[in-house]
Every structure is written in structure tokens, then in C-alpha cells.
T-cell receptor, first 114, second 112 residues
Framework: ETGVTQTPRHLVMGMTNKKSLKCEQHLGHNAMYWYKQSAKKPLELMFVYSLEERVENNSVPSRFSPECPNSSHLFLHLHTLQPEDSALYLC?????????????FGEGSWLTVV | SQKIEQNSEALNIQEGKTATLTCNYTNYSPAYLQWYRQDPGRGPVFLLLIRENEKEKRKERLKVTFDTTLKQSLFHITASQPADSATYLCALDGGNTGKLIFGQGTTLQVKP
């Protein structure tokens, strides 16, 4: 138990569906992240939130829409995805968004787009 | 271009031996480097952090070295056990933004 909880753990969706991934952290951290992990590729940072404000968006397609309603919760809204978006989506948090902070990951949400 | 390279081939060793994993980077000047462990289907778990002014860091059977001249970090597991089998990721800071850049990981298989 890392203190970062993600739901659902597995999601299968069609290309025309709209779904959301949810993340909750119980660590009192101020920064939260979404990462994408595809087979044989390094973790890719998608979004960074610091104190509920989005501070980084790494050229992610608009079909991925993050939302951070408070410092403990983070969502990733998904719509009109493509099969190549199938991957493990990892939520993470850290005390602050500064160098040297350890990042705590959730268990991930396995997404399959059909 | 900036790169972080970890051996993409799996490392197979016998139980009890020392496993050594390599992380090389180019065109970065990281202030620190971190190592994570990832089991299949799970999120990465933090293991160790080493700063640029530290040559070596130890934690139980784990040892990490950081050579900023060679632009390389080595990760050692001594007296390896089958339970150490996992993928190990190195990550370094991409500047003062707190952004961590990950390597693709090396899979370690420890055979009994």
C-alpha cells in the first residue's frame, strides 16, 4: 500500500466512449502526476499538478483531459481514444514539485481501447 | 539529444550472486538520480536516491553509485534472492521543476 489509490484497475473502452480514471492520495502531498507506460517504453510524464494547479502538460493529445479538484484527488477524463492509447496509466504524488522528492505511485489502471 | 539508457536485455543471475544494473545518461546534468523497482502489473516503488555530490549510497543489500564524470549510475543487489526478480528503473531529475525522467528499465531474473 503506497498511499496512492487508483480506480479502476482495468478498463476496456470503445473508441467512441467517455470514461474517467480516478486517483486519490492519502499522503498529504502537494503534487500529483499522471504517467503513461506502454510496453517496452519508458514512463512518459503526461500531466503535473501542484497545489491543484496544472503546471505541466507534455504535449498530450486533447482526448486526455486531467482534472484536479483538490490536492488529494486527480482524474484523467478519456474520450474518443485510439487503440494506441492502450497502456498502463499511473498516478503518482510527491510532497512538492521540487527536485529530490520521492514519487509515490499507485498500482495503475490498465486501459485497453478496442 | 537527451537520453537515459538501461540495458533492455533481461539480466539472469543465480541466487546468492551480486546483480549489477547500469544506467547511462547523455546531455543531462542531474542533481540526483533515483532507482525504483517495478513488479509486473504494479506501479514502481522507490528504492534509493543518490545526489550528485554522493559517490555511493547503501540500503541493506542495495548499493547505488553515481559517477557524474562517466554519466553513469550502477545499482547493485548483493546476495540476490528470487524475490528480487523485477524490473528496475532509474530516473533522474530533468531540472528544477521536479520532473523525473525515467529509463525504460532492466528486468532482473534471479534463479534459485
Amino acid at each position: 500500500e503506497t498511499g496512492v489509490t487508483q480506480t479502476p484497475r482495468h478498463l476496456v473502452m470503445g473508441m467512441t466512449n467517455k470514461k474517467s480514471l480516478k486517483c486519490e492520495q492519502h499522503l498529504g502531498h502537494n503534487a500529483m502526476y499522471w504517467y503513461k507506460q506502454s510496453a517496452k517504453k519508458p514512463l512518459e510524464l503526461m500531466f503535473v499538478y501542484s497545489l491543484e494547479e496544472r503546471v505541466e502538460n507534455n504535449s498530450v493529445p486533447s482526448r486526455f483531459s486531467p482534472e484536479c479538484p483538490n490536492s488529494s484527488h486527480l482524474f484523467l477524463h478519456l474520450h474518443t481514444l485510439q487503440p494506441e492509447d492502450s497502456a498502463l496509466y499511473l498516478c503518482a504524488s510527491s510532497q512538492d514539485r521540487v527536485s529530490g522528492n520521492t514519487i509515490y505511485f499507485g498500482e495503475g489502471s490498465w486501459l485497453t481501447v478496442v | 539529444s537527451q537520453k537515459i539508457e538501461q540495458n533492455s536485455e533481461a539480466l539472469n543471475i543465480q541466487e546468492g550472486k551480486t546483480a549489477t544494473l547500469t544506467c547511462n545518461y547523455t546531455n543531462y546534468s542531474p542533481a540526483y538520480l533515483q532507482w525504483y523497482r517495478q513488479d509486473p502489473g504494479r506501479g514502481p516503488v522507490f528504492l534509493l536516491l543518490i545526489r550528485e555530490n554522493e559517490k555511493e549510497k547503501r540500503k541493506e543489500r542495495l548499493k547505488v553509485t553515481f559517477d557524474t564524470t562517466l554519466k553513469q549510475s550502477l545499482f547493485h543487489i548483493t546476495a540476490s534472492q528470487p524475490a528480487d526478480s523485477a524490473t528496475y528503473l532509474c530516473a533522474l531529475d530533468g531540472g528544477n521543476t521536479g520532473k523525473l525522467i525515467f529509463g525504460q528499465g532492466t528486468t532482473l531474473q534471479v534463479k534459485p
